[in-house]
């Protein structure tokens, strides 16, 4: 089924198409990873962000640190863990 006939998505590509380097850059993400992990600390919300292994991290390879976890669409974990 093809809902709305007239709408195409080249826009969008050309409108992404200049931030994808930076979006591909995995330093670029592990350094995002450690502001937000240093904002939200502040905050004082029992949230975990996996820290990064810099000395495993590239332009196209991020590494952290595993962190035990479930999905977000796993209720009973959900329930289990006491998140409301």
């Known amino acids: 089924d093809?809902?709305?006939e007239d709408f195409t998505f080249?826009?969008?590509?050309?409108?992404?198409?200049?931030?994808l380097p930076k979006e591909l850059d995995f330093t670029r993400e592990a350094k995002n990873?450690?502001?937000a992990?240093?904002?939200?600390?502040?905050t004082g919300l029992p949230c975990v962000i996996p820290k990064v292994i810099w000395s495993r991290t590239a332009?196209?390879?991020l590494t952290m640190e595993f962190e035990e976890?479930?999905?977000?669409?796993?209720?009973?974990?959900i329930e289990n863990s006491g998140l409301n």
Do not use: C, L, M, Y
């Open 2 to 4: 093809n809902w709305f």
């Open 10 to 19: 080249g826009w969008i590509a050309d409108e992404i198409a200049p931030h």
């Open 33 to 35: 990873s450690e502001k």
């Open 37 to 42: 992990a240093a904002d939200i600390s502040k």
């Open 59 to 61: 332009p196209r390879v």
């Open 69 to 77: 976890g479930f999905k977000a669409t796993d209720q009973a974990a």
